[in-house]
């Protein structure tokens, strides 16, 4: 939680947007997004399978990307069958902090464009099945714009990064350099 000391992010989720209450929700998030362990915005996005109101949802979008722009914190996208709408909307609300699409098990096209347009990607689970979207994009796209998580899986981050590290034919330790760079320029840490 955004009280403890510890790095962290904060967002309204799209599968949890309260439609009699997201006034409240953004007041909140605006409240605890300015403390100096929110790290960033996330996640939120859009969601075409979810029950959540699709106006809801992009409201809800919105308004996070205009405040992660005013806080110049990066943004963490949960995006489901939404990329166009989500391009379109980063694009009329002139995002300016770094995005991160989260989870990533698309195809290399799409990998492709959003890479082009500056943006990051960050893989899960999905790397630990070979022949996966997720492992065909790691190994094709620069190793600057790309993250590892585990989200909700059960599997151990460890598990992710020996897979990653194999994908790409590199030593553990040259990864987590690579990651920890990573982190910082996006991060500002």
Partial sequence: MAQDRHPCSMGIHPWYIDPAGLNQQQEELAKYAKKYNVIAIGECGLDKITETDWQLQVS??????????????????????AFEEVLHLLKVEKVQVPVIFHGFNKNLQLAERLISAGYYLSFGAALLKGGSNASVVLKSIPGDRFFLETDDSPVD?????????????????????????????????
Avoid: G, M, W
């Fill in 60 to 81: 809800a979008f919105e308004e996070q990307v205009r405040l992660a722009n005013q806080l110049k914190k990066p943004l963490i996208i949960h995006c489901v069958r």
């Fill in 157 to 189: 981050i460890a598990d992710i990064y020996t897979a990653a590290a194999s994908l790409l034919k590199t030593e553990p330790d040259a990864l987590i350099l690579q990651l920890q760079n990573n982190f910082h320029r996006v991060f500002n840490i």
